[in-house]
């Protein structure tokens, strides 16, 4: 009981530690974040985040996961009680155009890690682990969908890659040009090309019949 408190605590801990982060790195740029600024905001000792973080690596790594994590965990959220393909599919589509996925307020900090991925091996790897687990996430999802059993595994993966992108365009372009960009019609269009396209494939596969 004294050993699931105290990770309990532990874990509090670092999200604690990790949500100062995240604001300090928004207000002042990834880099230019000091664990000192950071354990401030926290309210902590800096001597608490060594503790809890080997060192600086680590907390940008552990602090990528936790953004993004919470961003797939939402999404699971949305769908998880659906069990309509149809409306599930469509609610995926919606949750990734919408602002619970598109958190313009984290923009800054979503190029900061994207430019130190270049520099930090660890970071990089960190990052494609992510887009790994969303691109398996989709293709999963599309697996489930109506009218997609037409499509090759490999086909849905590029789809998921595409996904990917589109959402991640979206976020870029709503960013630097909100007042042109409308997220809901970009989820809609998107949504009826991939319906079009599976419709394609299963002409296809009944022609070859």
Request: aromatic share 8%; glycine share 4%.
């Amino acid at each position: 009981m004294a050993k699931r408190g105290r990770k309990s605590i532990a874990k509090e801990r670092r999200a604690q530690i990790l949500d100062a982060f995240r604001t300090c790195a928004v207000r002042s740029g990834l880099e230019k974040a000091s664990l000192r600024e950071v354990a401030e905001e926290a309210g902590l000792p800096v001597s608490n985040l060594h503790h809890f973080f080997k060192n600086r690596e680590e907390m940008v790594s552990e602090l990528e996961k936790w953004i993004i994590g919470g961003v797939i965990e939402d999404l699971a959220d949305e769908f998880r009680d659906e069990e309509d393909p149809h409306r599930r599919f469509r609610k995926i589509i919606e949750f990734l155009f919408s602002p619970r996925a598109q958190k313009l307020e984290d923009g800054s900090l979503y190029y900061d890690l994207w430019s130190l991925a270049h520099r930090s091996k660890t970071l990089r790897r960190t990052l494609r682990d992510q887009i790994r687990e969303e691109r398996e996430l989709f293709v999963e999802e599309l697996l489930r969908a109506d009218g997609f059993s037409a499509i090759s595994k490999p086909e849905m993966k590029e789809i998921a890659n595409i996904m990917i992108a589109l959402v991640e365009g979206t976020f870029y372009v709503l960013d630097m040009d909100g007042e042109n960009v409308s997220p809901k019609r970009m989820a809609r269009i998107t949504r009826r090309f991939l319906q079009l396209y599976a419709e394609e494939k299963m002409r296809e596969r009944t022609a070859e019949e």
